[in-house]
Each structure stands twice: as C-alpha cells, then as structure tokens.
C-alpha cells in the first residue's frame, strides 16, 4: 500500500503496557498490605472482565472515576462472596492507583517496534487512561522518549472514542488525519474512533476477537512492520 503515513498513534493500556500483568502484581502487594485473603488468580480471573466492563461505563460517561475505582473492587468481591468493608475498599481503590506503576511490563516486541518506527514516524500516545499514573507509566517502563506528544483523554474532557480527543491529538502533533494511523487493542474505543474521523488503524488483536475482514489487524506487535 502507498505508504503516506507521517504520525503513528498508540495507545497504552492493553496495547503497549502490560495492563493485565502489572495490575495482577500490584493486586498482590496491596491485598496482603489490607489483610485481604484471596486467591490472587480467582481474583484476577474476576477482576478483569468487570474491570473493562466499568471502563466501558466510564467510557460513555455512565460512572464516574471515583465510582469506576469503588465499583470495581466492590463487584469483584461480591462476585467472590467476599464481605469486605466499604473502608477497606476504599483504601484498596487508593493504595491501587498509588502502587500501580511498581510493575512496568511491556509487551513482548513493544521495545523493538517502537526502535523499528521512530526513524520513520513520529510517535504519539492517546490513552483513556488517568492522567496522573500515565506519564510515569511511560517514564518507568523507559518508552517515554520514542513519544512527542501524549493526548490523555482526562485532559481534554472526553474519552475515546468520542472524535474530540482524536482531533485534538491531531492538533497538539501538527498532523493530519490523513498522514496518521491509530493503533490499539479496543475495537470500539481505538478502532472505531480514530477510522470514525477518518484516522486509519490496525487492530492489536492479541485477544482474538472477531473482526470484520476489512479491520487491519495484527496479533503481534512485530506484526506492525507489515503495514509500517
């Protein structure tokens, strides 16, 4: 394909940042810090599909931080017959956040591929995640540098895959949407969004999902050089 492709946006959580794996470990640190006894992968096995269900609620702007933080935990446990105290929930919800970038695990080829595309492309994050943990995410997992801008959905008012935040990250990189190309995980927040406006993209379907034929998409991040 005639490659016009100046700017290559990523996101983070799920796509280049181990999320699952660095969330898994932290869950470790903090529910022995709170005395909670559980089996960390009955947890983590619960724990992962409500925690993209509450993201998915926050996404289109149905619970807020504060309740996607509380509401997670709390139907976690419920879901494990847990009784645990709204305190203690609380402080989980607090010691999560300040612990979660203890762990910094990138996916196998995120290194490779973003020393592969920096001479040729100019990187860019859009990530819907929280404002105040993503940067050091960047910073801990030593991936900061390959990126000149960062658009964190928070700071612009609105999340992915609302157009707003694509626009913007368009603007803050001097770029076009027809020089630029999306990458992420989520099919509807990173896909759909950036093709939405007009963004091209490729899928990081490392969960294998259905597709439709016409969604690019690669099942390893080294995969990318075929289109890059």
Request: with cysteine.
């Amino acid at each position: 394909m005639e490659n016009k492709i100046t700017d290559v946006f990523f996101d983070l959580d799920h796509t280049l940042w181990d999320f699952d794996k660095n969330s898994a470990l932290t869950f470790d640190i903090i529910l022995k810090k709170n005395n909670v006894e559980v089996d960390l992968d009955r947890f983590s096995e619960k724990y992962q599909p409500i925690n993209l269900k509450y993201w998915k609620l926050y996404r289109d702007e149905k619970v807020s931080k504060s309740n996607l933080r509380y509401g997670r935990l709390k139907e976690t446990f419920d879901t494990l017959n847990m009784n645990v105290k709204d305190d203690v929930i609380n402080q989980l919800s607090i010691d999560y956040i300040n612990n979660l970038t203890t762990y910094n695990h990138v996916f196998e080829g995120t290194i490779e591929i973003l020393e592969y595309l920096k001479p040729k492309y100019k990187l860019h994050i859009i990530t819907n995640g929280f404002e105040e943990v993503q940067q050091i995410k960047l910073e801990k997992s030593n991936i900061s540098h390959f990126f000149d801008t960062v658009t964190s959905s928070e700071a612009v008012g609105v999340k992915k895959p609302n157009p707003k935040v694509f626009k913007h990250a368009l603007n803050i990189a001097d770029t076009t949407k027809e020089n630029s190309i999306m990458i992420g995980d989520n099919y509807e927040a990173d896909i759909l969004g950036a093709l939405n406006v007009g963004i091209d993209a490729i899928c990081y379907n490392y969960h294998n999902v259905v597709l439709e034929n016409k969604i690019k998409q690669v099942k390893h991040l080294l995969n990318l050089k075929e289109y890059l």
